[in-house]
Nanobody, 115 residues
Framework: QVQPVESGGGLVQAGGSLRLSCAAS????????MGWYRQAPGKQRELVAT???????NLADSVKGRFTISRDNAKATVYLQMNSLKPEDTAVYYC?????????WGQGTQVTVSS
C-alpha cells in the first residue's frame, strides 16, 4: 500500500502562485509515476502533470508555461509549483502515485483562485 498526502492548497488571487507538495509513504517502488490531477465542480478529474522517477515530465496544455512539476526521490515527494494562476485553475488537486499497475490517490487539497 502507498499513502500519498497532499499539502499546500489555499486561496490566492489571480496572477499569484502556490506550491503543492505530496509525500508518499508505504511500499514505494524504485520506479513509478507521481503526478497531479484536478477536479473542478461539475467536471471530470483531469490530468495536470506527471513525472517519472527519472524526471521525465508531462504537463497538460492548459498549464504549460505556468506550472512546474518536480520530485525528490529520496523523500518520495512530488511538488507542483503553480504560477500565474487563473480562476479556471480552481479545483481540488489530487496527488497520484502509479506503480506496478496500481493507482494510489491522496485525499485532495483545495486550490481557489479569485478574480
Amino acid at each position: 500500500q502507498v499513502q500519498p498526502v497532499e499539502s499546500g492548497g489555499g486561496l490566492v488571487q489571480a496572477g499569484g502562485s502556490l506550491r503543492l507538495s505530496c509525500a508518499a509513504s508505504g511500499n514505494i517502488f524504485t520506479t513509478n509515476y507521481m503526478g497531479w490531477y484536478r477536479q473542478a465542480p461539475g467536471k471530470q478529474r483531469e490530468l495536470v502533470a506527471t513525472i517519472t522517477t527519472s524526471g521525465s515530465t508531462n504537463l497538460a496544455d492548459s498549464v504549460k508555461g505556468r506550472f512546474t512539476i518536480s520530485r525528490d526521490n529520496a523523500k518520495a515527494t512530488v511538488y507542483l509549483q503553480m504560477n500565474s494562476l487563473k480562476p479556471e485553475d480552481t479545483a481540488v488537486y489530487y496527488c497520484n502515485v502509479w506503480q506496478a499497475g496500481v493507482n494510489y490517490w491522496g485525499q485532495g487539497t483545495q486550490v481557489t483562485v479569485s478574480s
